[in-house]
C-alpha cells in the first residue's frame, strides 16, 4: 500500500491567494450560503473566479463582490488557482475533475445537499472551513483515477475518471458477455448486466451498491465488480493499480454503454478498450477533524446500534 500524501499545508502569502468557484444549479434555500462564501472570501481581499455557467444561473450579484468568470481547463492553466472550490456534492466534484485535470490544483468540496465522500463539508459550517482555508489548517490527500484507451477514440482529450470506468447493457437488452483481462492473461468472461473498474474513491459509489468492498482512499489496488452477473460463482475481486485491464465486448444487440463518472459514450463489439491507472492524481481539501474514516462513520451510520 502506497502511503497516502497526507500533510498540513502552509499558504505563502507572498503570492495573493486565488480561488475559483465551480457549481451546479442550487436551491433557493442555498443562495444565503453562496452569498455567504463569496463575501468572506471579499473580506479576505482573496481574488475569486466563477465558473461562468454557474455565475449566469444563480441569482447571486456576484459583480458586487469583485468576482469575475471562468470557463476552461485553459483558464486554470493559465491561471493556476491555489484552490478550487466546489459547491455540489460528489457528482459535482466529478464534473469538477474534467476541468482541472493535470493541474494539481487541490478542490474543497462544499456539500450543499446530503453528505458525500468527497464533498464533505457542510454548507453550515462554510464560514469555519473559509477561516482555515485562508490560514493553511488543511490537509491535502490525493486520489487515484482512472485512464481509458481504446482503438476508437472515446471521451475526447479527458479520458479519465475518479470514481468508476463501466461496460453496461443497454436499456432493457439481454445481457452481455464482458471478457476482461489482466496484463494480456485472461481473468473471467463475466455474463452479466455490465461490469464496474473503480478506484479507491469510487468503491463507496456504483461498486458498492452492487456489492463491492470499501475501500480506503490510500490503498493501491481497483476494484472490478460486476452488475447482475449470470454465473453466480462471479464475486468482486481486487486487485493492485499498477495492472493494466482491457476488455472485449459482445451480446445479442451490438450497443453496449461505456461510462467514465458520469460520461456516457456508445460503443460496439468492434472497441477494444483497456483500462489503467492515470499518470497523474487528484488532490481534495481535508478541514480538522474531517477524514475517510468520519465520513464513513457518519454516512453509513456506523457504531450507531442500538446495541453499543
Not at 493556476?80 to 456534492?89: K, M, N, Q, S, Y
Not at 493535470?102 to 462544499?110: A, E, F, S, W, Y
Not at 459514450?265 to 488532490?283: D, F, G, L, T
Request: net charge neutral.
Amino acid at each position: 500500500m502506497e502511503k497516502e500524501e497526507y500533510f498540513l499545508v502552509r499558504v505563502d502569502y507572498s503570492e495573493k491567494m486565488k480561488v475559483f468557484i465551480y457549481g451546479q444549479k442550487i436551491n433557493q434555500e442555498d443562495k444565503s450560503f453562496v452569498r455567504g462564501l463569496i463575501s468572506q472570501l471579499k473580506e479576505a481581499k482573496i481574488a475569486t473566479r466563477v465558473w461562468k455557467q454557474f455565475y449566469d444561473q444563480t441569482p447571486i450579484d456576484f459583480q458586487k463582490a469583485e468576482s469575475t468568470t471562468w470557463e476552461t481547463y485553459e483558464d486554470i492553466v493559465k491561471d493556476r488557482p491555489t484552490v478550487l472550490i466546489c459547491l455540489g456534492g460528489d457528482g459535482t466534484i466529478l464534473q469538477a475533475i474534467t476541468y482541472i485535470r493535470d493541474t494539481g490544483v487541490p478542490v474543497l468540496g462544499i456539500n450543499m445537499g446530503r453528505l458525500g465522500f468527497m464533498a464533505s463539508i457542510e454548507k453550515k459550517l462554510i464560514p469555519d472551513a473559509i477561516y482555515q482555508l485562508i490560514n493553511g489548517l488543511f490537509s491535502v490527500v490525493e486520489r487515484s483515477l482512472l485512464y481509458l484507451q481504446s482503438n476508437i477514440p472515446l471521451f475526447g482529450d479527458i479520458p479519465i475518471a475518479l470514481n468508476d470506468v463501466t461496460i453496461l447493457k443497454r436499456d432493457n437488452s439481454s445481457m452481455i458477455t464482458i471478457r476482461a483481462f489482466i496484463n494480456g492473461d485472461f481473468l473471467n468472461a463475466y455474463w452479466a448486466d455490465g461490469l464496474i473498474i473503480a478506484t479507491p474513491t469510487g468503491s463507496t459509489g456504483y461498486s458498492l451498491s452492487c456489492g463491492g468492498p470499501i475501500v480506503f482512499p490510500n490503498a493501491a489496488n481497483f476494484v472490478i465488480t460486476p452488475v447482475a452477473p449470470h454465473n453466480l460463482n462471479v464475486r468482486p475481486i481486487i486487485i493492485p493499480d499498477d495492472s493494466i485491464l482491457s476488455f472485449e465486448v459482445e451480446g445479442r444487440n451490438d450497443s453496449f454503454l461505456c461510462t467514465m463518472d458520469s460520461r456516457t459514450e456508445v460503443i460496439s463489439s468492434k472497441h477494444q478498450i483497456a483500462v489503467k491507472k492515470c499518470p497523474y492524481k487528484i488532490k481534495l481539501i481535508e478541514l480538522q477533524p474531517v477524514s475517510f474514516l468520519n465520513t464513513l462513520q457518519t454516512k453509513l451510520h456506523w457504531g450507531l446500534d442500538q446495541r453499543n
